[in-house]
């Protein structure tokens, strides 16, 4: 069992920027890939961003790219997300998922483990 706990979202304007933390419980953290997905009111769940396991890949949906980065401290259980120059389409709860093993998943059905989300709100 993983416990995944995120933190670090807020209201920021247009162009801000945050950093969202995912905090892992268990030994095993270093065994998932991990990644961060989004929900807009109304909207379906996107992929926004996965590491693999040794964090030597990483991958991003192509709205975030060169906005967003995703990293991670196997050492701490942490994943991290910056999200930079902001824009209000990103508004929503951001979710933090784990999936066993070596492939890096972009779909929310290939994630073993949730987080609760947390909200992230940009106005313009």
């Known amino acids: 069992q993983v416990q995944l706990v995120e933190s670090g979202g807020g209201s920021v304007q247009a162009g801000g920027s945050l950093r969202l933390s995912c905090a892992a419980s268990?030994?095993?953290?270093?065994?998932?890939?991990m990644g961060w997905f989004r929900q807009a009111p109304g909207k379906e769940r996107e992929f926004v961003a996965a590491?693999?396991?040794?964090?030597?890949?990483?991958t991003y949906a192509d709205s975030v790219k060169g906005r967003f980065a995703i990293s991670r401290v196997n050492a701490k259980n942490t994943v991290f997300l910056q999200l930079n120059n902001l824009k209000p389409e990103d508004t929503a709860v951001y979710y933090c998922?784990?999936?066993?093993?070596?492939?890096?998943?972009?779909?929310?059905?290939?994630?073993?483990?949730w987080g609760r989300g947390t909200q992230v709100t940009v106005s313009s």
């Open positions: 590491i693999s396991w040794s964090g030597s890949t990483t």
């Open positions: 268990g030994r095993t953290f270093s065994s998932y890939a």
């Open positions: 998922a784990a999936a066993m093993g070596i492939v890096v998943p972009t779909t929310s059905v290939r994630y073993d483990y």
